[in-house]
């Protein structure tokens, strides 16, 4: 059985060992770079992301390896019926005849493919819906099918239970994981024999399992492996702690969500947490800063991912039922971008969404998956200006600042 010596002594051996890569990664730095990745650089946000793929999937693309990474997708998304030479034209954040916009439309001589990549971002109300009988309408009664980007189910506001089943038997609707979308970009780099484009897709398929699946170094988790089989007593003691883990999160998270109530409360703002969705870890799950009572729109921070992972903040309506015109969502996405610098604008859910740079500067990539990063767990525990308690409020008074003149769009009155 082991004792707390075993598991202080499995600690010690785990964090001399991630020191000494740690170490090794420093050394080595210069030649190998291990911890750069090209995509961390660019415009990595989820327009950003939908290019990247949208730019694969062209037959005809600048990448110049023809059909090589649409064949590749095809033959995960199990549809025989559409074929690569058959590709007639991608397009972009194509326009629906709602006014919506889907992220990746693929036409083919005989039918269409709608892609909506949500790797961060919550549904919209009725937005798959809507979609859907968008494809079909384009088909003109040939084959069609969505393709929900997505590591979890849609919402029910988006798309309910009842009409996805009866999608996935017509074959009309396919969730398809980020964990399959890295591994078709793997799978494709191996063929790909442009050397500059395999090291894009190589960078493409990194950011996603660590930004968007939140997996940890690699390297690193084959380390710590090494020491817990070590020895015997080592893999029991790694057991125990993981039993403990979730105790030692919820522990964390409680007394988080205490300082921040408290430290909110001296400036006059509200605290909203959801516990249930936070102590489960659910997708969409989130916590948010009341500036003013009568405003219907709140500063949110919300987790993209299951497992509290992709954590991204900006100004969302407090709950589904709240309907966001477009005038107060223009008024209140112009006063943010003055203030923070431009956004990504949501109607209908997030009248504005920070870039990845203004993101950055407000909540670190190293914070935003906090199934697997010790990062954000420690950030909770930090009293000082950089802590998480003390820069979520400087950022509430920023953005209640920012607002100030938009008191009425924040309340959505009637005009």
Not at 227 to 247: D, G, N, R, T
Request: hydrophobic share 45%; glycine share 6%; net charge negative.
């Amino acid at each position: 059985m082991s004792t707390p010596a075993t598991i202080i002594d499995l600690l010690d051996a785990v964090r001399i060992r991630a020191a000494s890569l740690a170490e090794a990664k420093q050394r080595y730095a210069a030649e190998l770079a291990p911890d750069f990745n090209l995509v961390d650089h660019l415009r990595n946000n989820e327009v950003a992301l939908s290019r990247y793929l949208g730019l694969l999937l062209d037959t005809k693309g600048v990448h110049g390896q023809g059909e090589l990474f649409l064949r590749g997708l095809l033959q995960r998304l199990g549809q025989p019926g559409f074929q690569p030479q058959d590709l007639l034209r991608v397009e972009l954040e194509q326009r629906t005849h709602s006014g919506r916009f889907l992220d990746i439309y693929l036409e083919f001589r005989g039918g269409v493919i709608g892609i909506e990549n949500k790797p961060w971002a919550a549904d919209q109300d009725k937005q798959l819906e809507d979609y859907a009988r968008f494809l079909q309408l384009s088909a003109r009664g040939g084959q069609w099918l969505l393709v929900y980007a997505c590591n979890w189910d849609p919402s029910e506001a988006s798309l309910s239970e009842d009409q996805r089943k009866a999608l996935e038997q017509t074959g009309n609707f396919l969730r398809l994981d980020f964990l399959r979308i890295a591994e078709w970009l793997d799978d494709s780099a191996c063929h790909t024999r442009a050397p500059k484009v395999r090291l894009f897709v190589e960078a493409l398929s990194a950011y996603v399992r660590q930004q968007v699946n939140g997996e940890s170094d690699v390297s690193e988790a084959e380390q710590i492996k090494a020491v817990i089989l070590q020895k015997p007593e080592h893999l029991e003691a790694a057991l125990k702690v993981a039993q403990s883990i979730e105790q030692v999160k919820a522990q964390l998270l409680a007394e988080f969500k205490r300082s921040l109530e408290n430290a909110l409360a001296a400036h006059s703002l509200g605290l909203a947490w959801e516990d249930q969705p936070l102590s489960s870890g659910l997708a969409c799950a989130g916590f948010g800063v009341k500036l003013h009572k009568a405003h219907q729109l709140q500063l949110r921070f919300e987790f993209g991912a299951a497992r509290l992972n992709a954590l991204v903040w900006g100004i969302c309506r407090d709950n589904a039922k709240i309907e966001l015109n477009q005038t107060d969502a223009e008024i209140v996405a112009a006063a943010m971008d003055s203030a923070f610098g431009p956004g990504t604008k949501s109607l209908l859910a997030w009248p504005w969404i920070p870039n990845a740079v203004i993101r950055a500067s407000v909540l670190h990539d190293n914070e935003r998956n906090w199934a697997t990063a010790a990062e954000p767990w420690l950030s909770m525990q930090d009293h000082s200006e950089q802590g998480f308690v003390k820069r979520i409020v400087q950022l509430a008074l920023k953005t209640q600042q920012a607002l100030a003149g938009a008191h009425d769009a924040m309340c959505l009155r009637e005009r």
